[in-house]
């Protein structure tokens, strides 16, 4: 699995005077914006985004020949939305913010073989460059792994413009890591499960961890069994390829605060013997995106270098329903040693997180944060672009604060006191599939039998923005998005 695109570099030269095969410009309310020093240019480009009616709507692109007084050969307008530029207060930031790394993103998804690509966006402060860069190379995104002519498929090279200093340069760096973390988070969803397995996820961590100098350990199957593992043994045993418990650790001198991050890692979800319909099991590979989630999150939050101790716990599993796989009324005894009656095997995601949340609570970390494409009954109440968080009240709005911060959309939900009711078994502790209505509070409530009373602990469901089967929007692909990524490098920042 090759590396995604190559990221951005960062210059401060002027925009009229930087030479390019395509310069990208923002516009909004019908007036180009960032071109502040350069009011000739400026109005020769403003005459002609009126002949051509562009306004600046978000997602808009126009693609025009340089007017006169430009170095780059054309300019591609991009609309920047509500973008407000004299706008002021964190609402209307984290708004410009988002509206600038969709209209980058947006500009750059539409590139392709373009060879010298400079990004012009208006950006004042660190944060806005960041916020560019974030989208420009969340844009330039593209998986080609697996097709064979790839040639003019990928934009070539990209520099973001913007002002001169220490602070912005920084930012830019920041935005790179940020970005190349989610790219690498949607390489590993993207990757077919023919060659993305448990074995093989965990040797790619193992491998990546290494060239960050980070502490992986791995377990293998005897080393689960020895440990009493059994919710990520008995999902995995349906499968000719065994699973594993991957922990990823950093752990930086004098660092006061640890965040423990969990993601489900299902590396295909067939349902096993409550075997899934062919059309529900068709997107199944990206039922592993939480767990690329919290490592790629972890592996950035080191390079970042910020001052807190972050582990990544990946439960990795392949549900399927071989002749040795776990059938409907089987117990399984789990590693925190209750044991729960296996109603539906296609209730998997909550067994591998329960055995990995009792090792990552058993540390008390300060915060325990868990991410998974866990129901289908999140894309129903939420849809497809908004996640559902659940869990300590503290915890949830620490989530809900770093998404918003971050740009990714993410809602607070209730565990009403009632569904664990649901999950009461004749022949266990507890069995694996609950009520039918609510079933994402449901499964949460479910998990929460897995974390000690004490721990500050948010549960992510990303079923359904982990994997975009519409259409590419902003800095968004179709395929694997890299959700929660962002977020969780976010509540890190946040932390120290
Ligand atoms: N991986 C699925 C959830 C899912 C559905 C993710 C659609 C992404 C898109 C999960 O393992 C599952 O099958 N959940 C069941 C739970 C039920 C059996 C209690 C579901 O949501 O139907
Ligand atoms: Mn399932
Ligand atoms: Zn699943």
Do not use: C
């Not at 065994?242 to 001198?253: D, F, M």
């Not at 796989?325 to 329960?354: F, Q």
């Not at 970390?365 to 009240?393: F, H, I, K, N």
Request: net charge negative; hydrophobic share 45%; glycine share 12%.
């Amino acid at each position: 699995m090759p590396g995604a695109s190559t990221p951005s570099s960062y210059a401060s030269s002027a925009p009229t005077k930087t030479a390019a095969s395509v310069l990208v410009l923002g516009a909004a309310d019908g007036a180009v914006l960032g071109l502040d020093s350069a009011k000739s240019a400026r109005a020769s480009l403003d005459d002609m985004m009126r002949a051509i009616e562009f306004t600046g709507k978000a997602g808009s692109t126009a693609r025009i020949p340089s007017p006169k007084g430009f170095a780059a050969d054309s300019v591609l307008l991009v609309g920047l939305g509500s973008f407000d530029p004299t706008g002021s207060g964190p609402e209307t930031e984290s708004a410009n913010q988002e509206a600038l790394r969709r209209a980058a993103g947006t500009a750059l998804r539409g590139l392709n073989g373009a060879d010298q690509i400079a990004v012009a966006l208006p950006a004042a402060t660190p944060a806005d460059v960041e916020a560019v860069t974030v989208g420009a190379d969340l844009g330039a995104y593209r998986f080609l792994d697996y097709v064979s002519d790839d040639g003019d498929k990928a934009p070539g090279a990209v520099t973001v413009l913007g002002p001169k200093g220490r602070p912005f340069a920084a930012a830019h760096k920041a935005g790179a890591t940020i970005a190349a973390a989610t790219n690498r988070a949607r390489d590993l969803v993207n990757t077919p499960p023919l060659d993305l397995y448990p074995e093989t996820f965990a040797q790619l961590v193992s491998d990546q961890g290494k060239d960050r100098r980070l502490k992986v350990t791995v377990l293998t199957e005897k080393e689960l069994q020895a440990g009493g593992y059994g919710g990520i043994l008995g999902v995995g045993q349906g499968s000719t390829r065994g699973p594993r418990l991957v922990k990823v650790e950093y752990a930086p001198k004098g660092a006061r605060r640890h965040l423990s991050f969990v993601g489900k890692g299902i590396t295909f979800d067939s349902g096993g013997l409550s075997l899934k319909p062919a059309a529900s099991m068709e997107d199944m590979k990206s039922d592993m995106s939480g767990a690329a989630a919290v490592v790629q999150a972890v592996f950035a939050i080191a390079e970042l270098g910020l001052p807190v101790r972050a582990t990544a716990w990946l439960p990795l599993a392949e549900n399927m329903p071989g002749s040795s796989a776990i059938r409907p009324s089987d117990v399984l005894k789990m590693r925190s040693g209750k044991t729960v009656e296996v109603t539906n095997t296609d209730a998997e995601g909550r067994l591998v997180l329960a055995d990995a949340l009792a090792d990552a609570d058993a540390e008390n970390p300060d915060l325990l944060v868990d991410v998974a494409t866990l129901t289908g009954a999140q894309v129903v109440a939420l849809g497809t672009r908004t996640s559902g968080v659940m869990g300590t009240e503290s915890a949830r709005t620490a989530v809900t604060e770093a998404a918003a911060a971050a740009g990714e959309e993410m809602w607070a939900m209730p565990i009403p006191e009632e569904m664990l009711t649901g999950f009461e078994s004749n022949a266990a502790d507890l069995k694996n599939s609950g009520p039918r209505h609510g079933g994402m509070l449901a499964a949460a409530a479910f998990l929460r039998e897995f974390v000690g009373d004490e721990t500050a602990w948010a549960h992510i469901d990303i079923a359904g923005p982990s994997f975009n089967t519409a259409s590419a929007f902003g800095y968004t692909p179709v395929g694997g998005t890299g959700a929660a990524v962002r977020t969780l490098i976010e509540l890190a920042r946040d932390a120290d």
